[in-house]
């Protein structure tokens, strides 16, 4: 039985990779049945509430092949990347969301791309549902939306027929995940091979660069985070920062993982790999000297730490990013 896909057509700044990805992708695995003498699986339309829906860059436009109110039923709606504010997607956008919500309710799954999670967000159905997005906005949907369970590392989710994406282009990941499920591992193999797209990714740990949460208003807390990233490779004392910013030791720790989400100690860590990361990518240090210079003394903790936050071991991540490095 044949699976219909809405891809949506939003107005605003949205993302035609995913679009033309998602459209070509589906439609491809439709070639492969039909070469081996089976029935096309997909049935794929763009869905839009215009046509053609401009984008807001001026360069491109879309031209939908149905309007959403003749789409009677859908198995599965892929939500591009939408590149506006949140404020601005969502009064642009926002004939879509009782439509969304009706079809959801009908048994319809939705896969939200990279930071089309920020919209899907707005119709509330990811309350309470695991999902993730783009790593760079993490801080920023965690704050925007409380009630979903962003699980930032995850380069994809399921919960409930709800299904998201990680950063960029590990939609296409994403997509593999969906005509596995659709159309079996066979087809996602020659899918994966096809196009190129490395099979089971998990995580976008590795990619994150850790920047430090100060979107906050705490600032004394900031001041603790400035001290923590000038003095890192040092040992760091709980009871000696209190006494540095005038605050008892639990008043500071409640404070800080309040403005952060992290603990002194996991802020600390997180500081320093992001440094070793730095290092790894650029230098030609070992692993132990780098280990050394951003404050470690155990190599087994170094490893167990870094592997924790990146999802790789060190020497992983080295031979990844360090061009002069892997080639010697």
Known sequence: M????????????????????AHQIFNQVNGFLEQRGKKPLFEVELVGVSNPTEQTNGLFSVKPEKMIDE??????????????EPEVALERNKDFIPWLKKHYEKGTEIASLCVAAFFLAETGLLDGKQCSTHWIHAENFKSRYPEAHLVADKILTEDSGIYTSGGA??????????????????????????????MDKAEQSAFRIFEGQKSHEDSTVKKV???????????I??????RKFALSRRSLERRFKKATDNTISQYTQRVKVEAAKRSLETSRENV??????????????????????????????????NRARAST
Request: hydrophobic letters at 40%; a neutral charge.
């Open 288 to 321: 132990g000297e780098v280990m050394f210079e951003v404050g470690y003394s155990d190599e087994k903790a170094f490893r167990n730490t870094f592997k924790k936050i990146t999802g790789i071991s060190p020497v992983q991540y080295r031979n990844k990013y």
């Open 169 to 198: 282009y590990s939609y296409l990941n994403l997509l593999l995940y969906l005509v596995e499920k659709y159309a079996g591992r066979e087809m996602a193999i020659l899918t994966s091979k096809a196009f190129m797209i490395d």
């Open 225 to 235: 985070q400035e001290y923590i990233e000038a003095h890192f490779p040092q040992k």
């Open 71 to 84: 789409i009677a039923k859908t198995d599965l709606i892929i939500i591009p990347a939408i590149h506006d």
């Open 237 to 242: 004392n709980v009871d000696d920062l209190a």
């Open 2 to 21: 044949k699976k219909h896909i809405s891809i949506l057509i939003p107005r605003g700044h949205t993302s035609l990779v995913n679009i033309v990805g």
